[in-house]
């Protein structure tokens, strides 16, 4: 498709139990990224992917989160035994890099999805 | 660290009025991207603007456009002839141009109601 697409676009699940939610990014996307958005709040950034690899897994709130990224497209965010406080919108987003000479350099935006949201029962 | 201060939680405007938008950010680096999301209740994250931090000249796109004041730090967005469709929250963001740090940075928001 044209744009980043994520599923589920809902989930209910109950305390416990573990959730996988799946981002398909802009074909050609090297990067992805998943950020957390909280009802009325701003994004927390969780993890990015580069290709296959997550140089920076900084945002991971905890180790019942985890993600994959293969064949550098799909990526599954998985959370396990979810909790109340997991229940949010996450966001994934991709977006190109450029070669520049030798030199690797961002482009810019990020390309967001419509998140799946997370409710935790 | 970078941070992003949007010091305006709620802000609103008559309909084809005009609205300017805070944005405060910190960083070290001298070469980098800004630019300001929307999101309506869809939640979908929509790029309204963007700026180039080595470009002196100010971005526009229609009615939006931005004041990028690089020295003290600002980006500030500007929406003219404010319309009905444009009340979302609005997210001003960071992001550094090297590769290798490569996470988008926001702020908390600003919640932009249109008063019809």
């Known amino acids: 498709g044209a744009g980043v697409s994520q599923s589920p676009s809902n989930k209910v699940t109950e305390k416990g139990k573990d959730v996988e939610l799946r981002c398909d990014p802009i074909?050609?996307?090297?990067?992805l990224y998943w950020y957390r958005q909280r009802l009325g709040q701003g994004l927390e950034f969780l993890i990015y992917?580069?290709?296959?690899?997550?140089?920076?897994k900084s945002g991971l709130p905890s180790d019942r989160f985890s993600a994959e990224r293969t064949g550098e497209s799909v990526s599954t965010l998985t959370i396990q035994r979810t909790q109340q406080e997991d229940s949010a919108v996450y966001l994934c987003?991709?977006?190109?890099?450029?070669?520049?000479?030798?030199?690797?350099?961002?482009?810019?935006?990020?390309?967001f999805g419509e998140g799946s949201r997370l409710t935790v029962l | 660290a970078q941070t992003v201060t949007q010091s305006q939680p709620e802000m609103s405007v008559q309909e084809a009025e005009t609205v300017t938008l805070s944005c405060t950010y910190d960083?070290?680096?001298?070469?980098?991207?800004l630019f300001w999301y929307k999101q309506p209740p869809s939640r979908q994250m929509i790029l309204v603007i963007r700026?180039?931090?080595?470009?002196?000249q100010n971005a526009t796109e229609n009615r939006f456009s931005v004041n990028f004041q690089k020295a003290a730090k600002s980006f500030s967005l500007k929406i003219s002839d404010s319309q009905l469709g444009d009340a979302a929250m609005y997210f001003c963001?960071?992001?550094?141009?090297?590769?290798?740090?490569?996470?988008?940075?926001f702020g908390t928001g600003t919640r932009l109601t249109i008063i019809p």
């Open positions: 987003a991709s977006s190109l890099v450029r070669i520049e000479g030798q030199v690797s350099r961002n482009t810019g935006e990020l390309f």
């Open positions: 074909s050609g996307h090297t990067a």
């Open positions: 992917f580069q290709g296959n690899s997550a140089p920076d």
């Open positions: 960083t070290s680096e001298s070469d980098y991207y």
């Open positions: 700026q180039e931090a080595y470009k002196q």
């Open positions: 963001a960071y992001r550094s141009a090297y590769f290798g740090n490569e996470k988008l940075t």
